[in-house]
C-alpha cells in the first residue's frame, strides 16, 4: 500500500511538472509572438478592378483607408469602394472622400458599399453586390489580424463565384503585434478576434452562420 501510494504521487508530481513546463512555454514571449503570426494571412497583390476597405472601429487613424491610397496609386485598383458606416452621424464616405483629395484622388473615385447584417452574413452579401456590380478581381484589406479570417470568409465562395478576392493584410499601429499581451488595446483586439475565428469555426460546424 505503501509503495502504491509513492508511486500515485510520483505520476502527479510528473504530471504537474509537464503542466508547469507547457503552460510556462506557452505564455513565453516567443510562443505569444507565434499565436498572433497564425492569425495573419497574406495573398499576392496584383492589379485589380476594385479596392474594397472593411470598416474596423479601432482604425481610429485611417491607416486602412490610406493603404487603399497607396495601392490606387501603385495601379492594384481603378477604384476605391468601403464599406459604409457613420461617424458622428456623417457618412463615413464623406470622411473617406476628404482624406482621398488631400491625397490627390478624386472624389468620385471612392464609394460606399451598405450591407446589413454579422460578419458572415455581411461579407455574402458584400460578396453578392460586388458579382452584381460585374466586377472580377478584388483586393480586400483589412488589419493584419483579422487577415486569416477573412481569408476563410472571402475563400468560402459558392462553386459559381466567377470573382477572384486577394486578401491584403494591413499592419496597423493599435495592435502591437509583437507584444500583444503587454498592451491592453492589443489584448482585447487579439481576444475578440479568436473569439470571431473561433465561432466561424464553430458556426461552419453546426451548418449556420455567426450573427454578432
Given amino acids: 500500500m505503501g509503495n502504491k501510494g509513492k508511486t500515485g504521487c510520483g505520476c502527479l508530481l510528473f504530471i504537474l511538472v509537464i503542466c508547469m513546463v507547457f503552460t510556462g512555454a506557452l505564455i513565453h514571449p516567443f510562443s ?45 485598383g481603378k477604384t476605391i469602394y468601403v464599406e459604409e458606416d457613420k461617424i458622428f452621424g456623417t457618412s463615413i464616405q464623406d470622411v473617406i472622400a476628404k482624406m482621398a483629395k488631400t491625397r490627390g484622388i478624386k472624389e468620385d473615385i471612392v464609394k460606399t458599399i451598405d450591407v ?19 466586377y472580377k478581381k478584388v483586393i480586400v484589406l483589412v488589419p493584419e489580424y483579422a487577415s486569416k479570417r477573412f481569408h476563410l470568409l472571402y475563400g468560402a465562395s459558392q462553386d459559381n463565384d466567377k470573382v477572384l478576392y486577394i486578401i491584403k493584410p494591413v499592419e496597423v499601429s493599435y495592435f502591437k503585434k509583437d507584444a500583444w499581451w503587454k498592451d491592453n488595446t492589443s489584448r482585447i483586439v487579439f481576444l475578440k478576434e479568436i473569439y470571431d475565428t473561433g465561432s466561424y469555426y464553430v458556426s461552419g460546424l453546426m451548418g449556420g452562420e455567426t450573427k454578432k
Avoid: C, S
Avoid at 50 to 58: L, T
Avoid at 63 to 70: G, Q, V
Avoid at 116 to 134: F, H, L, S, W
Fill in 116 to 134: 446589413p447584417g454579422g460578419e458572415t452574413v455581411k461579407v455574402n452579401n458584400i460578396k453578392e453586390k460586388i458579382r452584381a456590380m460585374g
Fill in 32 to 76: 505569444l509572438k507565434l499565436i498572433a503570426k497564425q492569425l495573419r494571412h497574406a495573398d499576392k497583390v496584383v492589379p485589380a478592378d476594385m479596392i474594397f476597405v472593411h470598416r474596423f472601429a479601432e482604425d481610429k487613424n485611417g491607416e486602412l483607408y490610406t493603404d487603399a491610397f497607396r495601392e490606387y496609386w501603385a495601379g492594384n
